[in-house]
């Protein structure tokens, strides 16, 4: 088992997803083999992680899945890799509903016995960091705490802040000066053309060679040595859980193909979706809706994931060819599940970012706008699916004039719920990305459709 560390910071906008892209990319420079993960429903960052740096990256949400289920992925999923970096969410321990630690990085934390590093921002501070620190220690007795990185100061400041923030219990780990032209912008951690892969390879180099140079990685390593052994960590029986032994019995059936939209417009998804599909039967299939001309051919599914049409709706518009392809493909019975993009790629028309409208598929009947604000942003319980319950998560700032009302979407803190989802013939969709190994049934069920629809449209 190799080691691993946690990176959290006090809030948002500290410098949580720069630190660790660079430490990944330094640790790699080292010859190590990384692994990392995502705190949280945030499905951008570990594709970022892919893409860019060639690293192996998936989602850990302890909303999503039990602390079980959590230590035996990151037990199994690490067990070849020397380093595992995992990248918190929001303020240290800031959770369910703002008000719980349930779901935070902390939380994570935790449940892996995973050592954490708190980045801090330097701006504007000197000795006030070390009694932030101390407070961040000691409100919860196993915070797992265990280094300080000061982000956004100077070395010199940093030298002087040394004793205090090691005066708290946690070891100083340097700091990471302002670099004004190192910058990842929220759009490049979605939104990567492959003509910018290389500029930001470079970029992160050179921060990497930063962080050789003022913090102390040796250290850091050290720390996250200290993980706990998760090898033989136990796992539950329960419905949706692990069964005993630790894995479910191995798919031995026929595959289905199964076509996944995947370009610049359609790339929003959870691997862990995608890998229990596969572990269900599916055979992943992958097509461009904005360049191909049609669905894949012999395909008895569909996938269209969350992403950016609004911004490539023009392009979306003037493939016609495919357009027509999907809504053809839909009304003949073809099942399909599309979440959030997917959802309003589906529907009749679509504003896009320059303010103009565009026809999209048509199979749904409605309108989708720019709502100009975060549009019941978080955490849900769907409801009202034949399968059962499903957790999910809702993150758009654009919304339709129809979004469905097969199903209810309760919020885990609070109650609060809304009407959502459609489904016609063998159409899912809604805004809701749904996170499938929170209810196994809703991939099974779907993957039984499509096996239908190959016997009775495919012979």
Not at 240 to 259: D, L, R
Not at 379 to 387: D, K, S
Not at 416 to 436: D, I, N, Q
């Amino acid at each position: 088992m190799g080691g691993r560390i946690l990176i959290g910071a006090p809030g948002s906008g500290t410098g949580k997803t720069l630190l660790t892209c660079g430490l990944l990319t330094a640790l790699k420079r080292r010859g190590l083999s990384c692994r990392a993960y995502k705190c949280g429903p945030d499905y951008i960052d570990p594709m970022f992680h892919r893409s860019v740096l060639g690293v192996a990256s998936g989602n850990l949400d302890s909303y999503f899945s039990s602390p079980e289920e959590i230590r035996r992925r990151v037990g199994e999923e690490t067990a070849d890799r020397d380093i595992t970096v995992i990248e918190g969410v929001m303020g240290y321990y800031d959770g369910l509903g703002g008000n719980s630690a349930e779901a935070s990085s902390y939380h994570i934390a935790s449940i892996t016995g995973t050592p954490a590093v708190l980045v801090v921002n330097g701006r504007g501070a000197g000795l006030s960091l070390a009694a932030l620190v101390k407070g961040f220690l000691e409100f919860r007795k196993d915070s797992s705490i265990a280094g300080v990185i000061v982000n956004c100061t100077s070395p010199m400041m940093a030298e002087r802040l040394r004793g205090p923030i090691e005066e708290t219990g946690a070891a100083f780990l340097g700091c990471l000066p302002k670099l004004p032209d190192i910058r990842l912008e929220s759009r490049h951690l979605g939104l990567v053309m492959p003509g910018e892969v290389k500029e930001l390879e470079e970029s992160l180099t050179r921060l990497a060679e930063e962080m050789e140079r003022h913090l102390d990685l040796d250290r850091l390593l050290e720390l996250a040595a200290g993980c706990r052994d998760l090898s033989a960590c136990c796992v539950h029986t329960g419905e949706n859980c692990v069964p005993a032994g630790g894995k479910w019995p191995a798919f031995s059936g026929e595959t289905v193909p199964v076509a996944v939209a995947r370009d610049e417009a359609f790339c929003f998804y959870y691997e862990e979706n995608l890998r229990l599909l596969e572990e269900l039967g599916a055979e992943i299939v992958e097509f461009s809706p904005l360049r191909d001309k049609e669905l894949p051919e012999g395909i008895c599914g569909l996938l269209l994931g969350g992403g950016y049409p609004e911004i490539y709706a023009a392009g979306l518009e003037q493939n016609r060819s495919m357009r027509e392809s999907v809504r053809r493909a839909a009304e003949s019975g073809l099942p399909v599940m599309a979440e959030c993009g997917g959802f309003m790629y589906l529907k009749e028309e679509l504003e896009g970012t320059d303010g103009r409208m565009y026809a999209m598929s048509g199979h749904l009947a409605g309108s989708c706008k720019n709502a100009g604000r975060l549009t019941r942003f978080g955490y849900l319980e769907l409801q009202g699916l034949e399968e059962g319950p499903v957790k999910g998560h809702e993150f758009h700032y654009w919304d339709c004039t129809e979004n469905g009302s097969c199903c209810r979407a309760v919020k885990p803190a609070g109650g609060r719920s809304w009407s959502c989802m459609e489904r016609t013939g063998g159409v899912t969709a809604g805004f809701p990305h749904l996170y499938y190994p929170s209810n196994r049934a809703v991939p099974e069920e779907f993957l039984r459709k499509c096996r239908i629809f190959r016997k009775e449209h495919l012979k």
